[in-house]
């Protein structure tokens, strides 16, 4: 499939990028186990897996572009499914659909593949507390079927996703469970409705139900940095992307466009979310090589079509091992970018303008996007052939591209 890219005179508007799977598919999973419509905004597709899944076990979910309306089950009111329930790949997915099936009254038999081990606390915690969960093989249970009793787990989850599949089963235990969960796991419950007592232990009783609640999924930082990369190198650009989550362990190429002079605001607007404010700038070249090279791998392409919009020269080193560097430097070179090759990098002279073209995509998403930022800044109509690697992780990019390409 051949995506064509048009030439913007500026970058301005408000967008939004697709959310983070796994926040949408925990999303999706606590409105099915509500009472009432929920609605989850921006959700991936890659979490239509999950969506499938939660029909399969009878809940009804419509979906409208990014936007999903869920009417909740209850605790109980899923329905068994055809056959196996497939969980392999769902990673943290998979630590609140067990509890969840653990609670039925019929049984279900799930195969978890990969993720038996990540599973492996979480399934013996249910057994123990009286939940059914019988092992067939290395990767595949039986679990559900039997009603289990309230309990203390005094000593903290590993990890949160494991702390809200334990306070999940909680829900279908009778009685009073007490818990040492953190305070995001909590605040969960609590918007959802469920009372919890909060003392030495987080305490809840059995069988509350979920309040339907509307949700909107933060969006994924590194689909908003082809947006950012193309507003900070169009004069007057002024773009908003709309609640992107910003971590620390995520955010090494937004403080390395920070250094080399791109001006974006991050707005708080709570958690770890933001809306993020792009003006046009004047980037300087830069070096990138070593542990730094490392922390920007995935965005390597999209830093060499901004290194040829600098003033200088642009080099990155120790990218050896990265795919398609040879081709991401014919390609730009094609279009007249003054790109060079070494054996460990490239070198990249800004200032001179990019011509329109013919290239491909090589059915890599990072490249795609990258070359499709460069049609953008580009002084002619550019044509990405293969460029269906972006249709399972953002089908409307190239509109969106073109929508925020305004004159």
Known sequence: MAAIVSPAKKIAGQVSVPGEREPAERALVLAALSEGKSTVRHVPIAADRVVGLLRELGVDIAKRAGTYAVRGVGLRGF????????????????????PMLAGQTFLSQVKLGTEAE???????????????VEQESADTFVIGGQQAKGFVLSEAPPTDALALGAMVAALFAEGTTALKVGSRVERLLRERGIAVERRKLLSVEGGQALKATDVEVPGQLELAYPLIG?????KGSELTIKCVVVRSRQRAFLDLLRQIGAQITAEDIGGNECDLHVSASQLKATRVAGPRAAKVADQIAL??????????????????????????????????????????????????PLQGGQLDGKGDPGLTMALAVAGLLAEGELTIEDSECLTPIWPDFFKTVQSIGGD
């Open 79 to 98: 329905r068994d499914a055809a056959g196996p329930l497939d969980l392999e790949g769902l990673g943290d997915t998979a630590l609140l659909l067990l």
């Open 118 to 132: 990540r599973c492996r606390l979480l399934l013996n915690l249910l057994a123990q507390v009286g939940f059914a």
């Open 230 to 234: 193309a507003a900070l190198c169009r």
């Open 303 to 352: 830093l060499a079509v901004l290194a040829t919009q600098t003033q200088g020269t642009t080099v990155i080193r120790d990218i050896e091992d990265m795919p398609h560097v040879e081709h991401l430097c014919a390609a730009l070179r094609s279009l007249d970018a003054r790109i060079g090759q070494f054996p460990e990098g490239l070198v990249i002279k800004g200032g001179f």
